[in-house]
């Protein structure tokens, strides 16, 4: 296997300019250290792995990587070694970098990190190293490693530099674009082409299905025997295409807003319907929200409608430089100025810059978040009102509350933001006399009047 040494070389100085220039959001370190033990296909989303896949293109268990300002240092196995060798591309640009592979003898191991801490102490002042706090690995390498490190006689500084390094790693060059431009196509196309068709149908032949029922099939929707089906962009590799998490489905009166929200065992119900899913390509995340009111009255009409107008309102406003809070700040000053009665069911935050990981936590778009969104960065917009008292409601069994959300991918560039995902945003409309059709027409035509966007609000 070769991996890619012009990208690793271009991203890992990307990465040592950053931290010169930024030495406090890497908490003065002098050096930057990287460790991962046995692979866990439990734990989505870590911050070492992310660093590897974004450097190396694929995830290295047990792998050591220390970035130094003038070197990079690798400890693996025999046969990862002779991959990541592969990186030196004989050129005169690349950053210099050394492979140290380990054998089955404990004691040449030792000696092995041994060189590396060497190297640590001889980073500059050698006192204080970077880390990722919150990440945790185990296994045989990561034991060995920590008894290195417990005998070895200078004693370390550690710093946790996940700031820095996400906000080192946000600004997506132009090979990560491709990949997240596929991503929000296959994104799209599984709201579209799929979700939508298959929700349409459930309703009109008046079908029962469970919404964690509907998210497995909507999990299994993206393969490669559904391909030709479902149109997929003939540039996609579908093996290289995943779920960023389990889609999730939700009506019927009960909502969970959250990104870490779940399809419960309910039935799906032909009222206020949302669906969340998100699909990765080569690693890099997109996500699209859309809601579906079925046979709406028209005030929740009117609010699906005014959370369109926003949307399109903070598009407009986003490009390089705004600051995360001033972004929300926006939104709620919108929601007050023109619909005030809906600013207490607003949520606290509206989205988040995804890439590798889904959610980067340092970069949530919320009311006290003063880090800088800039060009390059692929941000998840997502605006919703949670739990809406229906005054509509007349029995006990109409839902009393219901809920809208609409998210989309985002890439946002020096003078204006360009959304990548694409779900029909309109509202179909029916002649008065619709009214007097015959109650099975009716049937038929219920689940049409599916209400996502006015269509005069989507074509500026």
């Given at each position: 296997m070769?991996?890619?040494?012009?990208?690793?070389?271009?991203?890992?100085?990307?990465?040592?300019?950053?931290?010169?220039?930024?030495?406090?959001?890497?908490?003065?370190?002098?050096?930057?250290?990287f460790?991962?033990?046995?692979?866990d296909?439990?734990?989505?989303?870590?911050?070492?792995?992310?660093?590897?896949?974004?450097?190396?293109g694929?995830?290295?268990?047990e792998?050591?990587?220390?970035i130094?300002?003038?070197?990079?240092y690798?400890?693996t196995?025999?046969?990862?070694?002779?991959?990541?060798?592969?990186?030196?591309?004989?050129?005169?640009?690349?950053?210099?970098?050394?492979v140290?592979?380990?054998?089955?003898?404990?004691?040449?191991?030792?000696?092995?990190f041994?060189?590396?801490?060497?190297?640590?102490s001889?980073?500059?002042?050698?006192?204080?190293v970077?880390?990722?706090q919150?990440?945790?690995?185990?296994?045989?390498?990561?034991?060995?490693?920590?008894e290195?490190l417990?005998?070895?006689?200078?004693?370390?500084?550690?710093?946790?530099?996940?700031?820095?390094?996400s906000?080192?790693?946000?600004?997506?060059?132009?090979?990560?674009?491709?990949n997240?431009?596929?991503?929000?196509?296959?994104s799209?196309?599984?709201?579209?082409?799929?979700?939508t068709?298959e929700?349409?149908?459930?309703?009109?032949?008046?079908?029962?299905?469970?919404?964690?029922?509907?998210?497995?099939?909507?999990e299994?929707a993206?393969?490669?025997?559904?391909?030709?089906?479902l149109?997929?962009?003939s540039?996609?590799?579908?093996?290289?295409?995943?779920?960023?998490?389990?889609?999730?489905?939700?009506s019927?009166?009960?909502?969970?807003?959250?990104?870490?929200?779940?399809?419960n065992n309910?039935?799906?119900?032909?009222?206020?319907?949302?669906?969340?899913?998100g699909v990765?390509?080569?690693?890099?995340?997109?996500?699209?929200?859309?809601t579906?009111?079925?046979?709406?009255?028209?005030?929740k009409e009117?609010?699906?409608?005014?959370?369109?107008?926003?949307?399109?309102?903070?598009?407009?406003?986003?490009?390089d430089g705004?600051?995360?809070?001033?972004?929300?700040q926006?939104?709620k000053?919108y929601?007050?100025?023109?619909?005030p009665?809906?600013?207490k069911?607003?949520?606290?935050?509206?989205g988040?810059?995804?890439g590798?990981?889904?959610?980067?936590?340092?970069?949530?778009?919320?009311?006290?978040?003063n880090?800088?969104?800039?060009?390059?960065?692929?941000?998840?917009l997502?605006?919703?009102l949670?739990?809406?008292?229906d005054?509509?409601?007349?029995n006990e069994?109409?839902?009393?509350?219901?809920s809208?959300?609409?998210s989309?991918?985002?890439?946002?560039?020096?003078d204006?933001?360009?959304?990548?995902?694409?779900?029909?945003?309109?509202l179909?409309?029916?002649?008065?006399?619709?009214?007097?059709?015959?109650?099975?027409?009716?049937?038929?035509?219920?689940?049409?009047?599916?209400?996502?966007?006015?269509?005069?609000?989507?074509q500026k």
């Open positions: 070769m991996l890619e040494g012009k990208l690793f070389h271009k991203r890992v100085q990307t990465l040592i300019n950053y931290w010169k220039n930024n030495q406090e959001e890497f908490g003065n370190a002098d050096s930057l250290l460790v991962t033990g046995t692979s296909d439990e734990i989505s989303y870590q911050k070492t792995i992310s660093l590897q896949i974004w450097l190396l694929y995830e290295f268990p792998t050591l990587i220390l130094t300002m003038d070197k990079v690798f400890v196995s025999q046969k990862k070694g002779k991959i990541l060798e592969t990186l030196d591309n004989k050129s005169d640009k690349q950053v210099p970098f050394e140290f592979k380990r054998t089955k003898d404990s004691a040449y191991n030792a000696g092995q041994k060189t590396l801490l060497n190297c640590i001889k980073s500059q002042n050698g006192k204080i970077g880390i990722i919150k990440d945790n690995f185990e296994g045989k390498f990561i034991k060995e490693w920590k290195a417990e005998s070895y006689p200078t004693k370390f500084e550690f710093t946790d530099i996940a700031v820095g390094l906000s080192a790693m946000a600004p997506k060059d132009d090979e990560e674009i491709r997240i431009k596929i991503a929000a196509k296959l799209s196309i599984m709201m579209k082409n799929y979700f068709e929700m349409t149908s459930i309703i009109d032949e008046e079908k029962q299905i469970k919404h964690e029922n509907f998210t497995e099939n909507i299994n993206l393969d490669e025997s559904r391909r030709s089906k149109k997929f962009p540039d996609a590799s579908i093996d290289m295409a995943d779920w960023c998490y389990p889609p999730i489905v939700q019927g009166g009960v909502y969970d807003l959250k990104p870490s929200a779940v399809s309910d039935y799906l119900h032909a009222d206020t319907i949302i669906c969340s899913l990765r390509y080569k690693s890099y995340c997109t996500n699209i929200s859309r579906f009111l079925i046979d709406p009255k028209k005030s009117k609010n699906y409608i005014f959370l369109v107008q926003l949307q399109n309102y903070l598009i407009d406003h986003i490009r705004i600051i995360c809070k001033d972004l929300y926006l939104a000053s929601i007050q100025k023109k619909r009665d809906l600013d069911y607003f949520l606290k935050n509206i988040f810059v995804t590798i990981e889904f959610r980067e936590s340092s970069y949530i778009i919320k009311n006290k978040n880090r800088e969104l800039k060009a390059g960065m692929i941000i998840n997502v605006l919703g949670h739990n809406i008292e005054p509509t409601a007349t069994k109409t839902n009393k509350v219901y809208l959300l609409l989309d991918t985002i890439r946002i560039t020096h204006m933001a360009i959304v990548l995902t694409d779900a029909r945003k309109i179909q409309k029916f002649h008065s006399s619709f009214k007097l059709m015959s109650h099975k027409i009716k049937k038929k035509l219920k689940y049409l009047k599916i209400l996502e966007v006015l269509e005069m609000y989507h």
